[in-house]
Nanobody, 122 residues
């Protein structure tokens, strides 16, 4: 069992940066891939990024365009999403997730955090 808690969301102006954190509890977290999804009002939850359990590989959604960086610190049981050059279109609730396989589909992930709101003003 893995519990995930996100933090670091907030209000930022366009062009600004935020770093989201995902604190995990459960001894098996290091064996899971970790991902980030987001959901804007009236839209479906969409894939943002995922990182392997060893941090050796990462995969991003096309819209990230080099602006976001996913990372994890297994010693701290914490994952991160560094977001730069934020745009109003990035406004959404961001969710941390963990699962057995790397996938852009939300259904592939077994564990989810409660989400953290990111609002980007123009």
């Amino acid at each position: 069992q893995v519990q995930l808690v996100e933090s670091g969301g907030g209000l930022v102006q366009a062009g600004g940066s935020l770093r989201l954190s995902c604190a995990a509890s459960g001894r098996t977290f290091s064996s899971y891939v970790m991902g980030w999804f987001r959901q804007a009002p009236g839209k479906e939850r969409e894939f943002v990024a995922v990182i392997s359990w060893s941090s050796s590989s990462t995969y991003y959604a096309d819209f990230v365009k080099g602006r976001f960086t996913i990372s994890r610190d297994s010693a701290k049981n914490t994952g991160y999403l560094q977001m730069n050059a934020l745009e109003p279109e990035d406004t959404a609730v961001y969710y941390c997730t963990a699962g057995a396989l790397r996938s852009p589909r939300a259904s592939a992930y077994a564990y989810w955090g409660q989400g953290t709101q990111v609002t980007v003003s123009s």
